[in-house]
Structure formats: C-alpha cells, structure tokens
C-alpha cells in the first residue's frame, strides 16, 4: 500500500533539501517552505544551479523552526543567517554575492515559492523509481539518485515507475497521508540531476537513461 515515507523541501531554491515531517500546503498547492527563498541576479533573472555549478560546492542547513541558513565556510568554520530577519538577509545577499563572484538578491516569496510550476504542486516520486534509477549506474546511490532528482513528496510501498499511471486526462489519482494526488504533468528536469550533488561532475548517460 502506498505510504508517503519522506517529505522533504528546499527552502532556498538551489540548495540542498531538508527532511520535515509534516509540512502545510500552501494555497497555491505548493509545500511550506518549498523554494521560499531564491537568489536573483542584478537583471531580476533566478539564480540557481542550472547557471552556477558552484552551488554544488555549498555544504548547508536549514532549520525549518528558526529559518535559519547555516554555511559550513571552512574548518570548523560555519556562517549562519536568519532569513526571517531583513537584516541578516541582507547579509546572506553579501555573502552569496561574494562567493559567486555576481551581484544578488535573495528574495523571499511565502505564498507560493519560487518553484518553476507553481500551479502544479510538490514534485513526487517513488522510492523504488529511485533505487532503480540509481542501480542503473555503478557510483550512484539511492540516496544519491533522491538528492539529484529533488522531489518533494517520496512514497514508499509501490514498484518502480509507479507514479507514471497517474498522468493523462483519465488517470486515477491516488491518496496518502489523507492527502489526494492528482498527476498533472512529467516534470522535464534540467542539467542537475546528472551532476553529482557533492562535486558537480556529470555522469555520462544519466539523462537518456
């Protein structure tokens, strides 16, 4: 029986993700701090990992209690931001701005999120689509195959590629956690998820597999 066995969000939009056990959705349909915080280069444009490898260099935390953003700088080094503060984002603007080596904003946005589909919802997959996907290639992970693809909602108790039946004008939707899914759409994926999360190399073949 399908079960949902992870929630996890991306509070700011290029970073990694964080595990939650409940989160509330939005009325736009997104998740609770999904995206709710995205850097914007100086021409208003989103700033992510689709433009900078380097975000594959960022080691990160997020506490969802306190929005606070922690950096691991260095060594027993690490920055902290409370992004609920003007002030301290402003900061993180400035620190974000140095280590890209480009002028930016990080704004906010708590009605929707800057997700890329905000009419469509939190993103899903199964766990088995994962540990297939990942037993494909020789260096990949289940872990590592979850944290390239960055969905939101994974559900546990279903086979691979089970998420696909639910796409299409007379498709079922299906319920987990007392929650009603309906499919709308695949969602097309960008450079990312062939990249390592940790080293931003690419891995040959993973986007035709």
Not at 30 to 54: I, Q
Not at 68 to 81: M, Q, W
């Amino acid at each position: 029986m399908a079960r949902i066995e992870r929630l996890r969000v991306y509070p700011v939009k290029g970073i990694e993700g964080v595990d939650v056990q409940e989160s509330r959705i939005r009325d736009g349909g997104t998740l609770a701090w999904d995206r709710e915080f995205a850097l914007f280069d100086d021409g208003g444009k989103v700033f992510n990992a689709k433009r900078s490898d380097r975000f594959h260099d960022l080691s990160t935390g997020f506490d969802i209690e306190t929005g606070e953003l922690a950096i691991d700088t260095g060594p027993g080094e690490v920055r902290r931001f409370a992004l609920e503060s003007g002030v301290d984002r402003l900061r993180a603007e400035e620190w974000f701005s140095d280590f890209f080596g480009a002028e930016l904003t990080l704004e906010r946005d708590g009605e929707t999120g800057f997700v890329d589909r905000t009419e469509m919802g939190p993103s899903v997959v199964s766990t088995a689509t994962l540990s297939t996907v990942a037993g494909w290639f020789d260096d990949v992970t289940t872990d590592g195959a979850r944290r390239r693809i960055r969905a939101n909602v994974e559900v546990a108790g279903v086979p691979a590629f089970w998420e696909d039946r639910f796409l299409g004008d007379d498709a079922p939707a299906f319920e987990a956690g007392g929650v009603r899914f309906e499919g709308v759409t695949p969602c097309g994926r960008c450079v990312v998820p062939e990249r390592d999360p940790d080293t931003g190399e690419p891995l040959a073949g993973f986007v035709e597999d």
